[in-house]
């Protein structure tokens, strides 16, 4: 079983920055793929990036690519979420999830949720 929290969520302007963390309570963390999900109100949830355990290969959506980045610290059971240039379109609920094989870009393919963390873009 695995553990995920996130944080860093909060209100940010069009045009700033956040930059969410996901914290993992096992310690086999490093050997899972890791991923960002996010949902708005009324829509489905919706892949935003993933990386493979080592952090060497990342895959992103096409609507965040170029301005966020996802990275992960082995040594601190940690995946982050750096986003820039945010737009009111990013507004959602952001979530992690970790599976036990492959980045994938389906959300039925993972395992392990966190319990997510808000994100709201102002315009």
């Known amino acids: 079983q695995v553990q995920l929290v996130e944080s860093g969520g909060g209100l940010v302007p069009a045009g700033g920055s956040l930059r969410l963390s996901c914290a993992a309570s096992?310690?086999?963390?490093?050997?899972?793929?890791m991923a960002w999900f996010r949902q708005a109100p009324g829509k489905e949830r919706e892949f935003v990036g993933g990386?493979?355990?080592?952090?060497?290969?990342?895959r992103y959506a096409d609507s965040v690519k170029g301005r966020f980045t996802i990275s992960r610290d082995n040594a601190k059971d940690t995946v982050y979420l750096q986003m820039n240039s945010l737009k009111p379109e990013d507004t959602a609920v952001y979530f992690c999830?970790?599976?036990?094989?492959?980045?994938?870009?389906?959300?039925?393919?993972?395992?392990?949720w966190g319990q997510g963390t808000q994100v709201t873009v102002s315009s």
């Open positions: 999830a970790a599976r036990l094989a492959g980045v994938s870009a389906s959300s039925a393919d993972y395992n392990y």
């Open positions: 096992r310690r086999t963390f490093s050997s899972y793929p």
């Open positions: 990386i493979s355990p080592s952090g060497g290969y990342t």
